[in-house]
């Protein structure tokens, strides 16, 4: 990779971090990364990421071993799905409202609209509220994510996965939308009444066609001063 793409995929990690912020999918906790290659990726600087500045420095990350001085502790988690996921290309660790108080309940949203498609027929939960600041706890984050887009982290925020850096800002918004319809259903008193996608459904709703992906980013990054 050229210092040309370099600086321009930490421009883009620096627009990640700020929309997860402005979108209020982010407060004073959160990270997101981008995959250089097989062996690293960036990470954004570790402060609250509605706050990371125009041209802020972003950190290498080595897919295997010690983080680098300064870098969040729970980056380990980046650590793991990079390096058992090699199609992924971007990572997103967020605490946003509604997904929360899903979580704290010990509840994963099902499929019951169009974004909650995307994670059919529900993403996984880690079920431990403890902070991911060792390997072993990590480990246990990806295990139970797997293959998933997303892992939930009871009373601990979410993590979701994509192809790129961008696919995983937008299923950051797609799952805070399914828990929002998720804890709508459940304070209306319908508990597993509502209907769910079938798998075949959810499948065919689940699509990257039409720029949809693309569409949601242009949307989330309005405005940045890198744009």
């Not at 892992?151 to 996965?161: D, E, F």
Request: with cysteine; glycine share 10%; proline share 7%.
């Amino acid at each position: 990779m050229t210092q040309t793409d370099m600086d321009d995929l930490a421009r883009r990690v620096r627009m990640a971090a700020r929309a997860l912020g402005r979108h209020g999918l982010a407060h004073a906790y959160g990270h997101c990364s981008a995959r250089i290659d097989a062996e690293r990726f960036l990470v954004c600087p570790p402060q609250p990421m509605g706050l990371v500045k125009r041209g802020e420095t972003c950190t290498v990350v080595p897919v295997s071993g010690p983080l680098p001085e300064g870098v969040l502790g729970e980056v380990r988690i980046h650590q793991e799905i990079y390096r058992n996921r090699p199609t992924v290309g971007g990572v997103a660790r967020f605490m946003s409202p509604k997904m929360m108080a899903l979580a704290a309940l010990g509840r994963s949203p099902k499929a019951r609209h169009g974004f909650g498609a995307y994670f059919a027929p529900e993403p996984p939960l880690w079920d431990d509220p403890q902070l991911v600041r060792d390997d072993e706890k990590a480990r246990g984050v990806f295990s139970t994510m797997g293959d998933a887009r997303a892992v939930l982290m009871r009373g601990n925020g979410a993590v979701t996965a994509g192809d790129t850096l961008e696919e995983a800002v937008v299923l950051a918004w797609y799952l805070e939308d399914a828990c929002r319809i998720e804890l709508e259903a459940l304070g209306a008193g319908l508990g597993d009444e509502p209907p769910t996608f079938s798998a075949e459904g959810a499948n065919e709703r689940a699509t990257k066609a039409g720029r949809i992906f693309e569409r949601m980013w242009d949307f989330l990054t309005a405005g940045d001063p890198e744009l």
